[in-house]
């Protein structure tokens, strides 16, 4: 019992005096700011790191890091930390600032700061080591967090991306009244053929389509499984009320289609788009014009 | 859950409120079958909308409603099917084969408008 | 279930599309669990409301949550048909960073003679079922199915949260 009192009432000190380095060691770094900012900014300019960014940015940069690095060095909390190196991997992801000069920069300050500890502290060999076992596991952390939040930031944009680029690449687009436009451009897989045919249930619902226009003149291949998905998105429509047209089958894919023997009978095709879209439209009841009209006229005239 | 049905002028409508048990669904086929008769109907409008799930029980009752009714020398259409419900039934393999569909209600009455008034011109999406 | 040994009565078919069923068992945790008994055609539409709200729980998309309901409805039709009653069970699980819903159906009926012709799309031995398990499977992202003749049958299909 009294051991064990006794070994909690060391660590209890070894804690106070490491709290103890530890103060001394932040009260150091910060009364050497403006210097050691100073340096460090120099070496980022030196490594040719941030080059997307001019001096005074990098100056202005490197003050709220150093700063933000001090906060975190002194409380040992992240949180304020980690919420500046989102926002700042948000505002220099877009200028193209790359991971490796991200993690570059923070090592740079890191190394900055210990060769100031070490200059400090270089007459007593001890107090220097027992300063950098407090000063390393925070400063390597520090490292870890800038780091991290900056990958995780350039996840998200790449997300982001890709899901636009997911929506850009199916466009449902209302051409008149109750007409739908669909043109499918590139490869389908499983998930694309998905996503496309719930994108175009939605669409006819909110624009209360009768008539959709899916175009595959774009569309390089087909297996029997895109064939598949083609026949299931018609059908899929045609429960909701909408007539589908398929304009712009290849020689290839008409091919394809018939030796795989896909029901045909339930497919209503149209040459081109052009042709699809007149025939949507009478489908829809509008009148097409007719030159024959025209003519009638002059002959009246 | 008894399913309403309207008699409106030369129709009939069934609005289903909520989930049906398949006997609630069997039933509701027999009463459309025998009140078409009944009332004279020309036509017959199932409404869907609240269905959130149309699995191979209900998909077939539906279809064969629509079989029993155009026996019985009327037009069925089912309105209302839900984008997702659609998306499930096609994975299924489900279809409503040759039975008339629309978006909704207001859809459905001027599809039967156009099937039974003006006969060989029509531009349902029966067949297609 | 008795656990009969591996002889030409029982049949067991895997099938999986991403994850290995037998390795991956070990690895889900159970996060909720409910049993459902189904005895007649309302307990039907209990059991796939029951579902989808525990499935609603993991943020699946509107479209998922509508094909874990119609399985799930399948299903429970299947013990209503042939075995006259069982249960649906319905697990939400966590599996890593994913998690997803486990349904799986019990009972004790006649069991299916030859599974692989119950999984062939169009095949049915009832004229009611229309497509059955084939269509099930294809509705979910796992399907695994025992059957012992004489003894019933367990179907369990996964769907997980993308």
């Not at chain 1, 001394?24 to 030196?46: D, F, G, M, P, Y």
């Not at chain 2, 009140?35 to 029980?57: K, W």
């Amino acid at each position: 019992m009294e051991k064990v009192q006794a070994m909690r009432r060391t660590s209890i000190e070894s804690v106070q005096a490491t709290s103890e380095l530890f103060r001394e060691l932040v009260e150091h770094l910060r009364q050497s700011r403006t210097q050691l900012r100073e340096e460090w900014a120099q070496r980022i300019t030196e490594a040719q790191l941030l080059t997307a960014m001019s001096k005074e940015e990098i100056f202005a940069e490197a003050t709220s890091v150093y700063d933000n690095y001090m906060e975190a060095l002194k409380t040992g909390t992240f949180e304020a930390l980690q919420a500046y190196a989102r926002n700042l991997s948000e505002r220099i992801i877009p200028r193209g600032v790359e991971t490796r000069e991200v993690i570059g920069i923070v090592l740079l300050l890191r190394d900055v700061l210990a060769r100031s500890l070490f200059a400090k502290y270089q007459a007593d060999f001890a107090l220097l080591n027992r300063i950098l076992d407090a000063y390393e596991p925070a400063a390597n952390r520090i490292a870890i967090t800038v780091a991290v939040g900056f990958v995780q930031e350039r996840e998200r944009v790449i997300r982001e991306q890709q899901e636009a680029i997911r929506v850009l690449s199916t466009p449902v687009l209302q051409v008149r009244e109750r007409l739908l436009i669909l043109p499918i451009i590139g490869v389908m897989d499983p998930q694309r053929a998905r996503q496309l045919t719930e994108q175009l249930l939605r669409g006819i619902r909110t624009n209360r389509a009768k008539v959709v226009v899916i175009d595959i003149t774009g569309v390089p291949v087909m297996d029997a499984s895109v064939a598949n998905h083609l026949v299931q998105t018609v059908e899929a429509a045609r429960l909701l009320g909408a007539i589908v047209i398929i304009t712009g089958l290849s020689p290839e894919i008409a091919q394809t289609l018939v030796m795989m023997g896909v029901d045909l009978g339930k497919m209503n095709t149209v040459g081109d788009l052009q042709g699809g879209i007149e025939e949507a439209e009478r489908l829809l009841g509008y009148k097409v014009a007719i030159t024959g009209e025209a003519s009638d006229h002059s002959l009246r005239g | 859950m008894e399913v309403p049905i309207l008699k409106q002028g030369p129709y009939l409508i069934a609005s289903i409120q909520s989930a049906l048990s398949d006997n609630d669904m069997v039933r509701l086929r027999d009463a459309l079958v025998e009140q078409v008769g009944r009332f004279r109907s020309r036509g017959v409008i199932v409404d869907v909308t609240a269905l959130d799930v149309m699995d191979s029980f209900a998909t077939r009752t539906l279809r064969d409603l629509g079989r029993m009714i155009r026996l019985r020398g009327a037009d069925t259409v089912i309105v209302g099917i839900q984008p997702e419900v659609a998306y499930t039934m096609v994975q299924l393999g489900l279809t409503l084969e040759d039975i008339a569909t629309a978006l909704d209600l207001e859809e459905g009455l001027a599809l039967l408008e156009r099937k039974t008034t003006a006969p060989g011109n029509e531009t349902s999406s029966r067949g297609r | 279930m008795r656990r009969a040994p591996v002889d030409a009565e029982r049949q067991q078919l895997h099938s999986t599309t991403s994850l290995g069923l037998a390795s991956a068992r070990n690895r889900e945790r159970v996060l909720e669990e409910t049993c459902i008994p189904i005895q007649s055609d309302g307990d039907i539409v209990g059991a796939r409301q029951n579902g989808r709200g525990l499935a609603v729980q993991l943020g699946f998309s509107p479209s998922d949550l509508t094909l874990i309901a119609t399985a799930i409805s399948e299903l429970a039709r299947n013990i209503l048909l042939y075995a006259k009653r069982g249960k649906i069970i319905l697990k939400l699980v966590e599996q890593g960073e994913t998690r997803g819903i486990i349904v799986t159906a019990h009972d004790k009926g006649p069991g299916i003679p030859d599974i692989s012709r119950a999984l062939e799309a169009g095949f049915s031995t009832s004229r009611s079922l229309g497509l059955g398990l084939p269509g099930v499977r294809r509705l979910m992202d796992e399907f695994e199915i025992v059957s012992d003749v004489g003894l019933g049958t367990i179907v369990t299909v996964k769907k997980w949260a993308k």
